[in-house]
């Protein structure tokens, strides 16, 4: 059993049910990243300052670039801004799924974005990556657990 996963001695048909509403939850991270990056670039958009943390550094640079640039171009930002949020999405669904590639991948993807926030110096917006990364790392834990509890119920348990 992995460390800290919560699940002690527990049924395996309970650790388990326990572990995929764990694994879900933090995949659930991946949607609101998509989902509140998409709704700062609208913010921008319409010449709002308010801005959610939790979204992407990545998202925040193609919107102040777009917004210096003729309104024939912005189209091509939000292109861009669609695409890098439906990424997340998918992390998301695919996280939702126990496929640990989606939260790796994610993960180094939201650690990469936390940098480019760190070097703009928006410290805020880097505590939070972190505590996000954190919630993450909780499901790709939870996976490995799972895998754990799977593998030892198809085991069966031979006595001498």
Not at 15 to 25: C, E, G, N, P
Not at 55 to 62: F, H, M, N, R
Not at 108 to 130: E, K, N, P, R, T
Request: charged share 10%; net charge positive.
């Amino acid at each position: 059993m992995a460390a800290g996963t919560g699940t002690g001695l527990q049924h395996p048909a309970a650790q388990t049910a326990q572990l995929k509403a764990r694994i879900r939850v933090s995949a659930d991270w991946f949607f609101w990243i998509a989902a509140l990056s998409i709704i700062n670039s609208v913010i921008m958009q319409v010449g709002g300052g308010l801005r959610f943390i939790v979204g992407l550094g990545i998202t925040s640079v193609v919107d102040e670039i777009i917004a210096k640039q003729p309104s024939n171009i912005h189209a091509a930002g939000w292109v861009v801004n669609i695409v890098i949020a439906g990424v997340f999405v998918l992390f998301g669904k695919f996280g939702r799924e126990g496929k640990k590639p989606a939260f790796i991948i994610g993960m180094v993807l939201y650690a990469a974005d936390g940098l480019l926030m760190a070097m703009a110096q928006v410290w805020l917006g880097v505590a939070f990556h972190a505590y996000a990364l954190f919630r993450i790392y909780q499901g790709l834990a939870a996976v490995n657990a799972l895998e754990s509890v799977q593998q030892s119920m198809a085991t069966p348990n031979y006595r001498v």
